[in-house]
């Protein structure tokens, strides 16, 4: 059980572009999901918590208007990287948790983006 | 406020010998503690949490770690080093509630045959 999909695997776009990633719980509903940022060899960098129904939160430094979340229901978020830049390539992880698995975090796969 | 620090960036070991991945922690309440496994380009995969049960939490693939709150610990250990071990470990520490959870920055655990 708590298993969490991200789609794409892997991306690959155009300068200017917008992309959006997809996170659902499969099997749980995750009142809480987060966003991260892995660059190579490090660890995972928190861009922004949100959830269901409201307005995500965001880390300093992360701009909201370039990296936009949606939590529309209890089992999907989205992060659409708005007119991304080479600057943006990087893996993006999301994870979904509930009150009902103890706040454990269950991770996605991970979506790698390459803007070229 | 809570913090987590992994003491080594690398742990080298020999296929067959133990393995030792410390973690150590700071909280201002009982916290939950989890340690999290990734291989290359993969998402990140639970072993084991802690959440203020048994001090000593057994985990997938042969792994445990004891909870030491005088110590503020929460080292992983496994007997017997596979091939298939190596990977980025990360130590997590969460209060739970609205905090977020903070990760430790991950230790790279290389197996030589």
């Known amino acids: 059980g708590a298993v969490v999909s991200q789609h794409p695997s892997r991306v690959i776009c155009k300068s200017g572009t917008s992309v959006k990633i997809e996170c659902r719980s499969l099997?749980?509903?995750?009142?809480?999901m987060f966003w991260y940022r892995q660059f190579p060899k490090k660890s995972l960098m928190l861009m922004a918590t949100s959830n269901e129904g409201s307005k995500a939160t965001y880390e300093q430094g992360v701009e909201k208007d370039k990296f936009l979340i949606n939590h529309a229901s209890l089992t999907l978020s989205t992060l659409t990287v708005t007119s991304a830049h080479p600057e943006d390539s990087s893996f993006y992880i999301c994870s979904a948790s509930s009150q009902g698995l103890q706040e454990t975090q269950y991770f996605g796969p991970g979506t790698r983006l390459l803007v070229l | 406020a809570q913090s987590v620090t992994q003491l080594d960036s690398h742990v080298s070991v020999s296929e067959g010998t133990p393995v030792l991945l410390r973690c150590n922690y700071s909280s201002s309440y009982s916290p939950s503690l989890f340690w999290y496994v990734q291989h290359p380009n993969k998402g990140l995969q639970l072993l084991l949490k802690?959440?203020?049960?048994?001090?000593l939490v057994k985990g997938i693939n042969g792994f445990e770690a004891e909870f030491k709150k005088s110590e503020t610990s929460f080292h992983l250990t496994k007997p017997s080093a596979h091939m298939s071990d190596a990977a980025e470990y990360f130590c997590?520490?969460?209060?739970?509630?609205?905090?977020?959870?903070?990760f430790g920055r991950g230790t790279s655990l290389i197996v030589h045959p």
């Open positions: 802690y959440t203020s049960a048994a001090t």
């Open positions: 997590v520490v969460s209060l739970g509630g609205s905090y977020i959870p903070t």
């Open positions: 099997d749980f509903q995750a009142t809480t």
